[in-house]
């Protein structure tokens, strides 16, 4: 991830800054970050990592290319300096559904699994949650989709995540 510094230009003629968009290609997104930055990532979802000795430091190369295919898409940031950069473990499921489930002794609920994406799912999930301690169960889906036990008929879960949908 890098944090842009947009040109006073672009501020002024773009004063709300950018949605949040992905850009062609499914790759790479862009969203607004605190203050007038401009915040431009991307995942990569093929490689398993180990948490505790990952390099948190983005490489020049991808940097280029990140800016480079922005630039080509908004050309008024292609002179935008770079804030802030950063990379993380992006941590989900390997099928990309979140686990809400009980699991171990009675009474411990997980839920989990959503890398980035919980806090857009989280008034569903609380609802889920809340009606699967209370009486096991829930009106608002079939909660077995989502159930630990899934990974014990395929490491894979429900398969693979179709990329760029």
């Known amino acids: 991830m890098i944090i842009l510094e947009p040109p006073e230009d672009y501020k002024n003629e773009y004063p709300d800054l950018v949605p949040t968009t992905a850009l062609p290609g499914g790759e790479w997104y862009i969203r607004p970050d605190f203050g007038d930055g401009i915040l431009v990532a991307t995942h990569h979802t093929d490689e398993e990592v180990n948490p505790d000795h990952y390099d948190n430091t983005p490489d020049e190369k991808t940097i280029l290319e990140l800016t480079d295919q922005l630039g080509e898409v908004i050309p008024e940031l292609r002179d935008a300096g770079?804030?802030?950069q950063y990379c993380g473990v992006y941590s989900s499921t390997p099928?990309?559904?979140?686990?809400?489930d009980q699991i171990g002794p009675d009474g411990c609920y997980f839920a989990c699994g959503f890398s980035g994406h919980g806090?857009?799912?989280?008034p569903a999930v609380g609802k889920i949650m809340s009606d699967l301690v209370t009486t096991g169960s829930t009106p608002l889906v079939d909660a077995t989709f989502f159930s630990y036990d899934r990974f014990s008929e395929s490491a894979a879960g429900h398969g693979k995540a179709a990329d760029n949908v």
């Open 82 to 84: 770079i804030r802030g």
């Open 119 to 122: 806090f857009k799912q989280a």
């Open 95 to 100: 099928d990309h559904d979140f686990i809400l």
